[in-house]
């Protein structure tokens, strides 16, 4: 550097100045576009893509989630049935369980 340059010092911060230069930014992509009068909704070649990724969603949840859940969840219920079935008490009422045979007995008889 020479002796006769002086650097000026800025008169705003560094960090301030990118917080203002993203909120020009923002603000200037939230003004409303210029649309043709009467027309609301422009179906591009956006809806097609949502349509998509909205697919996608649903096969991944499907895969990824639905079927996972369902299978822990159908195990659940085997093991309480079976569970509930080899016992020798009845859970609602508490008293012993009457033998189930030659047909099993009605639900509102213990």
Same mark, same amino acid.
């Given at each position: ?11 705003? /911060? ?27 909704? $422009? ?18 949840? $499907? ?10 969840? $159908?195990? &659940? ?8 079935? $080899? ?7 508490? &008293?012993? &369980? &009457?033998?189930?045979? /030659?047909? /099993? ?6």
């Amino acid at each position: 550097m020479s002796r006769g340059v002086r650097r000026r010092k800025a008169l705003v /911060p560094a960090p301030l100045q990118t917080a203002a230069a993203a909120a020009v930014a923002n603000v200037l992509l939230a003004l409303p576009a210029h649309a043709e009068a009467g027309k609301i909704f $422009d179906f591009n070649l956006t809806l097609p893509v949502m349509v998509a990724e909205f697919l996608l969603l649903m096969v991944f949840l $499907d895969k990824f989630w639905f079927t996972p859940v369902g299978k822990v969840l $159908d195990e &659940r219920d085997a093991k309480i049935r079976s569970l509930l079935g $080899d016992s020798k008490v009845c859970a609602r009422c508490r &008293r012993p &369980r &009457r033998a189930q045979w /030659p047909l /099993p007995a009605p639900p509102w008889l213990c």
